[in-house]
């Protein structure tokens, strides 16, 4: 029983190290943009919120995603219980698209 605990153990760190390698190099959503921010090429999520959650009158904003492949912000609100998607250029800070 005991053997068989460790080797659980031993299999779940082994599994979870590179998972939290790859985050603490930054790497995935967030670190992407993080990069991409400090090296200029996109604005901030701040800032595309401000520009666009003032447009959205009576919608509840859920949150953000961010597309490092698009470079696109993709903002999700919510009324009625119908989703609203907001697609936003994340260099230029235009909205591009926007799903009902």
Known sequence: MMKHLVAVISVSVALAIPALTS?????????????????????SL??????????????????????????AYRLKF???G?????????RSGTVLDQKR
Request: hydrophobic share 35%; aromatic share 6%.
């Open 82 to 90: 119908r989703v609203v998607f907001v697609d936003v250029d994340a």
């Open 78 to 80: 919510i009324r009625d």
């Open 23 to 43: 985050l603490a190099q930054g790497n995935g959503e967030q670190g992407q943009v993080r990069k991409e921010m400090r090296a200029g090429n996109v604005r």
């Open 46 to 71: 701040r800032e595309i919120e401000e520009r666009v959650l003032p447009t959205m009158p009576g919608m509840q904003y859920l949150g953000p995603e961010y597309d490092p492949a698009a470079m």
